[in-house]
């Protein structure tokens, strides 16, 4: 139990274009789910969170107008990079909190790469 | 905010030994720490957690102590074996209704055959 997708795993884009991610819950209804980002050898950044139904709440520094957040159902949230540019070149991981509103449980994460 | 301070950053043993990643925390109001294995190029990987109402919880080859005390918790594995080798990350919560982690910066473990 308590899996959880993203789709697409990698995604390479030109500067400029806007790129969707899809983070789903999928034996697990979720109310709450996080958008975290990573670069190679840190640790996982916060971006935002994301509430069913609501809007998300962003973390300090993350622009909400370039990472636009859609939590449209129990099971899927969306992340939106708009107007990529190389420097959104990351590892973006999702995560869904688990029924105790404890446990996060983790996706396998989207590398995105912006040329 | 809370702030999570983990050591080391890089751990390598033997494989038959043991490894501990040891992390401190600073909102005393925090009640839940989980411990994540992370993967080259994957996802983390929940594998162990404890509440504040308990000081230590097992599971087979991994444990976790904490003292609520002194604001730290730390993880213990027995018996390593080469695929313990990965990234882990310590987190506690943010008390709040969000139920927010912060993470700690990471401890690459090798465990060499």
């Known amino acids: 139990g308590a899996v959880v997708s993203q789709h697409p795993s990698w995604v390479i884009c030109k500067s400029g274009t806007s790129v969707k991610i899809e983070c789903r819950s999928l034996?697990?209804?979720?109310?709450?789910m996080f958008w975290y980002r990573q670069f190679p050898k840190q640790s996982l950044m916060l971006m935002a969170t994301s509430n069913e139904g609501s809007k998300a709440t962003y973390e300090q520094g993350v622009e909400k107008d370039k990472f636009l957040i859609n939590h449209a159902s129990l099971t899927l949230s969306t992340l939106t990079v708009t107007s990529a540019h190389p420097e959104d070149s990351s590892f973006y991981i999702c995560?869904?909190?688990?029924?105790?509103?404890?446990?996060?449980?983790f996706g396998p994460g989207t590398r995105l790469t912006v040329t | 905010g809370e702030n999570v301070e983990q050591h080391p950053s890089t751990l390598s043993v033997q494989e038959g030994d043991s490894a501990v990643i040891k992390c401190t925390y600073s909102?005393?109001?925090?009640?839940?720490f989980p411990w994540y294995k992370q993967e080259l190029g994957k996802g983390p990987q929940l594998i162990i957690d404890i509440r504040s109402n308990v000081g230590e919880k097992k599971d087979q080859r991994i444990a976790v102590t904490l003292n609520k005390t002194a604001k730290h918790f730390s993880l213990h594995i027995t018996e390593t074996q080469p695929e313990d080798s990965a990234v882990y990350f310590c987190?506690?919560?943010?008390?709040?209704?969000?139920?927010?982690?912060?993470f700690g910066s990471g401890t690459q473990l090798t465990v060499l055959p």
């Open positions: 909102d005393s109001a925090s009640n839940y």
């Open positions: 987190a506690a919560n943010s008390f709040g209704s969000a139920r927010q982690l912060t």
């Open positions: 995560s869904a909190l688990g029924q105790s509103s404890y446990e996060q449980y």
């Open positions: 034996d697990f209804q979720a109310t709450t």
